[in-house]
């Protein structure tokens, strides 16, 4: 299953109450979080890498301030991550294979 669909089928019971954005660019997703007047109530949901592309998912929550409410999933071994452990202070990275093991909880 395509991680897109994974995260569809987690938060298709808020579908009344929150609404859902899907990037596959991450130029995309930054212009649009650039384009927001205020960012209050939004989670990004981020890949670590963007395949073929010149931005990293990581990039994009840096760049768009979104340190606080992000989550990033990821293909690779942790271990393997250059600058891991710097990053790990400030990103909440999943694998991919945990993504089922992240819990949704709606607060309005």
């Keep these: 299953m395509l991680v897109h669909e994974v995260w569809k089928e987690k938060l298709k019971k808020y ?24 960012k209050e109530g939004v989670f990004l949901i981020a890949e670590y890498e963007l395949r073929k592309q010149d931005i990293s998912g990581v990039n994009v ?16 071994y942790l271990a393997d991550i250059k600058d891991f452990e710097e990053k790990s202070k400030y990103l909440k990275i999943f694998h991919k294979m945990r993504i089922n093991d992240v819990a949704i909880v709606y607060k309005t």
């Excluded at 130029?27 to 007047?37: H, V």
């Excluded at 929550?61 to 690779?76: C, D, F, L, W």
């Design 15 to 38: 579908v009344e109450e929150i609404r859902v954005k899907y990037f596959t660019k991450g130029l995309e997703a930054q212009e649009y979080l650039n384009s927001l007047e205020s």
């Design 61 to 76: 929550i840096e760049q768009s301030g979104m340190k606080e409410r992000h989550i990033v999933v990821t293909n690779a």
